[in-house]
């Protein structure tokens, strides 16, 4: 657990109290694009959880760029996403790897709502990746990575369900003095593990399945092309 990033935990009241659990709330984000034809898409992650996801971080990109790997360890960025919900190191990773057309974060995700983003790219970066927290675990996320966005014509779009993650970097202890739902940030004992499929809560701890947990999906992703 990293304790020095508390500042920057985005996990507070003040903020879930500013977006008013909003079901669909959008931040339009356009890309810098040089170049080449300009293509609009509009991102809807619905949450099929119990609990709230953060803020995504997400970027735009080619195909050499990837935010995150499964069966690899994580970065620190996405370690800190996966166990507190920090963007900040993240999208920072993100704005210097290779092969970036653009990264910025979303809006939260209540949960069972939606929220969606807007992206404006080129078609030398027709790729996305995301990912975000799903609150009431140690280090849960969500999220693509190297995902095609459909370009094809206006109207074009695409729909996957996504599974959880386990960030691998936190022990999954379940325990209110470790998760972020249940008030607790920075603590947690670590993990040297990678980046793998979920197993959900397992009701080891304070977590409760049948009211902060999910089903055999997390996340429901919708990306079509407006423009």
């Known amino acids: 657990m990293r304790r020095a990033l508390g500042a920057t935990i985005v996990l507070t009241t003040a903020l879930v109290a500013a977006l008013g659990g909003t079901a669909a709330a959008e931040a339009a984000t356009p890309t810098a694009a040089a170049g080449g034809q300009n293509y609009v898409f509009k991102v809807t992650i619905r949450n099929l959880g119990r609990a ?7 970027a735009v ?46 809006p939260r995700i209540p949960a069972r709502r939606s929220a969606s983003f807007r992206i404006t790219t080129t078609n030398k970066h027709l790729r996305l990746s995301w990912a ?57 004992p670590s993990e040297k593990g990678v980046i793998k499929r979920s197993k959900g809560i397992q009701g080891s701890g304070d977590v409760n399945n049948s009211t902060q947990g999910w089903g055999r999906f997390l996340a429901r992703v919708t990306i079509k092309r407006v423009g």
Request: charged share 20%; with cysteine; glycine share 10%.
């Open 61 to 106: 990109h080619n195909r050499s760029f990837r935010l995150f790997r499964l069966g690899k360890k994580a970065s620190p960025g996405i370690a800190a996403l996966a166990e507190d919900g920090v963007t900040s190191v993240a999208l920072s990773e993100a704005r210097a790897k290779r092969g970036l057309g653009a990264a910025n974060v979303g």
């Open 52 to 58: 709230d996801l953060t803020p995504p971080v997400y």
């Open 132 to 188: 975000s927290m799903q609150t009431c675990s140690n280090d849960t996320f969500v999220g693509q990575t190297n995902a095609r966005l459909p370009a094809a014509r206006v109207g074009a779009r695409k729909t996957l369900r996504l599974r959880a993650l386990d960030g691998g970097s936190e022990v999954n202890t379940e325990s209110r003095s470790h998760v972020p739902c249940l008030g607790a940030h920075n603590v947690g």
